[in-house]
């Protein structure tokens, strides 16, 4: 059955009664090259284990039961679970699991289901989630990728570099734990019902070393103080955010120890300078006892 083919969507959802979902973020896919390219990208193969969020119909959950050694996805909406259980149910390496994807305790699910596979992620995301799930996913430190369709807008935040005006707390969030790639667009035609704008499918590869951060609580405190109030010059963002246990002075001071400028906006910073700036953050901590 070619789950991306517009008359067998429409058959299914016409026998079972369905219709679509904004809240849900339901836009199916309708082109089946999009889901054959998810996967040639994703480089998935036996030895994987992949967590699907949001099978929808099933369409790339077909596409990654070919590929993949186990299949395991999680959809929302309950009325999809008898069309999923028609169109992909008979695969004996998919588990259709009913739930929300944000109230999944990702470790008990990689207990349960990941061992013996390497775990990785492959989704087209409902929009209305994408960073709240993705900070999740990677965060867990768990998928060794993630290639996920998520809006265009959203993959350019992920992947901008320093001083673009996308840059911003989660591009270095994402860059932070994983090494973030575009891959390639995917136009409005290609979805039922339309999005008013283009996808784009791109993938987050695991970071391997931890950065050298001495205090990761400490580093993105800093980094979503520098990005608040993006106008400001760094110093002057750093002391809004500081000022009870700092003087402006003394910031001045460890903005120079770290080689950053006093008039830098915090958008010009790399990841790296960042983690310099945190670390001596952290010792002037130590040292002085401060915050
Ligand atoms: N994978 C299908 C495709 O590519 O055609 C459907 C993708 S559609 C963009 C997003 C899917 O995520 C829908 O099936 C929706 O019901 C499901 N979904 C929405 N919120 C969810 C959540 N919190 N947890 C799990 N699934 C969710």
């Known amino acids: 059955m070619d789950l991306c083919d517009l ?5 299914l959802i016409h026998s079972h009664g369905f219709n679509f979902s904004k809240s849900m973020g339901q836009n199916f896919l ?4 999009v889901p054959q390219r998810i996967v040639e990208e994703s480089g998935i193969t036996a030895a994987n284990c992949v967590l699907e969020i949001g099978p929808g119909i099933g369409c790339l959950t077909q596409a990654l039961s070919q590929a993949a050694g186990r299949v395991i996805s999680i959809e929302l909406d309950k009325r999809l679970l008898p069309i999923l259980s028609e169109t992909v149910g008979s695969l004996p390496n998919v588990k259709i699991i009913s739930g929300d994807i944000m109230s999944v305790d990702l470790i008990q699910l990689k207990n349960n289901y990941f061992s013996g596979f390497e775990p990785v992620v ?3 995301l409902p929009y209305n989630i994408t960073t709240p799930v993705l900070t999740k996913l990677v965060g867990s430190k768990i998928f060794s990728s993630i290639t996920v369709m998520v809006q265009k807008e959203v993959a350019h935040r992920i992947c901008a570099v320093p001083g673009s005006k996308e840059y911003g707390a989660f591009s270095i969030y994402s860059s932070f734990y994983t090494n973030p790639k575009l891959l390639f667009d995917v ?3 290609c979805f039922e019902p339309r999005p008013k704008v283009t996808s784009s499918v791109i993938s987050l590869t695991l970071k391997k070393s931890n950065n050298a951060v001495l205090n990761e609580k400490l580093f993105f405190q800093i980094v979503r103080s520098a990005f608040n109030q993006r106008r400001k010059t760094l110093l002057n963002s750093l002391f809004s955010a500081f000022s009870k246990s700092l003087s402006k002075a003394e910031i001045a001071e460890v903005l120079t120890e770290s080689g950053i400028s006093q ?3 915090g958008e010009e910073l790399s990841i790296q300078e960042f983690v310099k700036l945190a670390n001596n953050f952290e010792l002037q901590k130590r040292n002085k006892g401060k915050f």
């Open 187 to 189: 136009p409005p035609s």
């Open 122 to 124: 492959c989704a087209n």
């Open 30 to 33: 309708i082109a089946n090259w």
């Open 263 to 265: 008039s830098v906006r």
């Open 7 to 11: 008359a067998v969507i429409k058959q």
